[in-house]
């Protein structure tokens, strides 16, 4: 998938009850809520391969999404979004109705298919660049945009590779250069599909790094993940999927809980650090 853009409209939020199913963020109030799925269930076909979520993620989480192949997470992810609607339940997204919801600026997608950009023979720059466009539409960038492109380079630690084309770059640093573009466009919810496939074992430890310091800064960050490693040293909560929520709250409950096994129907270890499973 694409990255995603959404455009410009003032965040509502839904009068909610504020429920938190999850235990996370209790003294958050209904007002900072970023996603909202309510008995959500969806299929591709008859067969549901999401059934029944229901989950709220709030202002300044960091969640990952873990489960085994093929168990939902980039169609939840989609639903989240809005790019796939419930047949039945409703998806809310920053208190609108997901499918319905039109805010470019406010959420950066990365995956590990990244974007047709990293083929295009363009500079790092330019790409980063292209997080302004929701902001200018398809007028020029002004000074003040470039100042934001360079400090999105900055934070993301690619200031040196700006005049380096996509194409040249290492898996890691282009996923930085995709991460830079969604800071330009100012977007305040990560997404992030397996970001970190394909990636050397040393940059994706640089590579959650700066996703933790970002969620420090107030960042909302969504993470499907393989790397159960990433999860747990990165993570603040996890929700366990195949088909069904199996566990939603906070990491260090998922490591001591079976979830996991019963998720993946089989015998499953944690591993350490940020092997691969
Ligand atoms: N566009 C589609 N049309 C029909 N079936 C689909 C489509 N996309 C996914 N599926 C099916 O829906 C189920 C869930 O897929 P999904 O990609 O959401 O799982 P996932 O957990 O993200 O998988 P993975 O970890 O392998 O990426 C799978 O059985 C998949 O084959």
Do not use: W
Not at 135 to 150: C, P, Q, S, T
Not at 177 to 199: C, N
Not at 269 to 277: D, Y
């Amino acid at each position: 998938m694409e990255e995603l853009r959404m455009s410009d409209a003032e965040a509502t939020v839904d009068g909610g009850t504020g429920v938190d199913p999850a235990g996370n963020g209790a003294a958050r109030t209904a007002g900072d809520r970023v996603i909202r799925l309510s008995d959500v269930t969806f299929g591709y076909t008859a067969a549901p391969v999401v059934e029944d979520v229901s989950l709220d993620i709030h202002d300044g989480e960091y969640v990952a999404v873990v489960g085994p192949n093929g168990s939902g997470k980039s169609t939840l992810m989609q639903i989240m979004l809005g790019l796939l609607r419930p047949d039945d339940g409703e998806a809310r997204l920053f208190g609108e109705p997901a499918h319905s919801f039109d805010d470019g600026q406010r959420i950066g997608y990365v995956s590990q298919h990244a974007s047709a950009a990293k083929e295009m023979p363009i500079t790092v720059r330019e790409v980063v660049r292209m997080g302004r466009f929701p902001h200018v539409g398809f007028g020029r960038l002004g000074a003040e945009d470039d100042r934001i492109v360079d400090e999105a380079l900055a934070t993301v630690g690619m200031a040196d590779f700006a005049d380096r084309r996509i194409t040249k770059l290492s898996g890691g640093q282009r996923q930085r250069a995709f991460i830079a573009r969604a800071l330009a466009g100012e977007a305040d919810l990560l997404v992030l599909d397996e970001p970190t496939v394909g990636v050397d074992a040393e940059s994706v430890e640089a590579f959650y790094d700066l996703l933790e310091s970002l969620n420090d800064d107030g960042i909302t960050v969504l993470l499907i993940e393989h790397d159960l490693g990433a999860v747990t040293d990165h993570a603040e909560r996890v929700i366990c999927l195949n088909r069904e929520v199996y566990f939603d709250g906070p990491t260090a409950e998922f490591v001591d809980s079976d979830a996991l096994a019963r998720a993946f129907g089989t015998a499953v270890g944690f591993l350490g650090g940020s092997e691969k499973r």
